[in-house]
């Protein structure tokens, strides 16, 4: 990801104020990068990552999985760093073509039905519980298996019920407790990922992960 003086700055100030020195260092840098686009230190204390998350995301980014996304923002986000790195395909939800569902969201459908032709993909959700809901009861149904899922949806109704469904789940996955979140912090999740996994595979496809290269 190409850097601005003034992203600099802003990282060593976020550095400085940061509380939580705990974090492995590739959380660490995601959650900078989230700090970075929200200005909301909070974040430290709400990112909540699987155990295989980081490395099974990593893999599965430097195998150029298919992304799919739930809305054009973080399509956007995400298009530039992907281009300059791995170049993995990325298809957006909400642009699918579907039929029409009464009872469904056009966001939750088009999630459904890039889930069904890519089922072991990468998904982020930025924005849509919807799409998250729909997608979890995919998984609960063996129906598709996600490299990793990131999930950061705003919602003030159910957002804990479904992120406590997809912990439930036996796959990996990137979230945020509570009702913070969106599409933003879901682009940067993306990006500090992408960027890990270039320092940890890009030079050297034979590394194993994030792991075995030290980022972690």
């Not at 298996?145 to 919602?155: C, D, E, H, M, Y």
């Not at 109704?157 to 933003?184: F, H, N, Q, V, W």
Request: glycine share 6%; proline share 4%; net charge negative.
């Amino acid at each position: 990801m190409e850097w601005h003086i003034s992203d600099v700055q802003n990282l060593a100030v976020i550095e400085q104020e940061i509380d939580n020195n705990e974090l492995k260092p590739a959380m660490s840098e995601i959650v900078r990068r989230i700090i970075l686009e929200t200005a909301d230190f909070e974040y430290q204390n709400l990112m909540e990552f699987s155990e295989r998350a980081l490395n099974d995301g990593a893999a599965a980014i430097a195998a150029r999985s298919t992304i799919i996304v739930d809305t054009p923002m973080v399509q956007v986000g995400i298009a530039s760093n992907l281009q300059h790195t791995f170049a993995n395909p990325v298809y957006c939800a909400i642009e699918t073509i579907t039929r029409p569902q009464k009872d469904k969201t056009k966001t939750e459908w088009g999630i459904i039905t890039l889930a069904k032709r890519y089922p072991e993909a990468i998904f982020v959700i930025g924005q849509s519980l919807t799409a998250l809901t729909g997608l979890i009861e995919l998984i609960e149904e063996q129906e598709v298996k996600p490299a990793l899922i990131i999930g950061t949806p705003t919602a003030f109704i159910d957002a804990d019920i479904a992120k406590e469904r997809l912990k439930e789940t036996d796959i990996p996955y990137i979230t945020i407790s509570g009702r913070k979140g969106g599409a933003m912090v879901a682009v940067a999740i993306v990006n500090a990922l992408v960027d890990l996994t270039w320092q940890a595979y890009g030079q050297n496809p034979h590394t194993e992960g994030l792991v075995t290269t030290g980022v972690l």
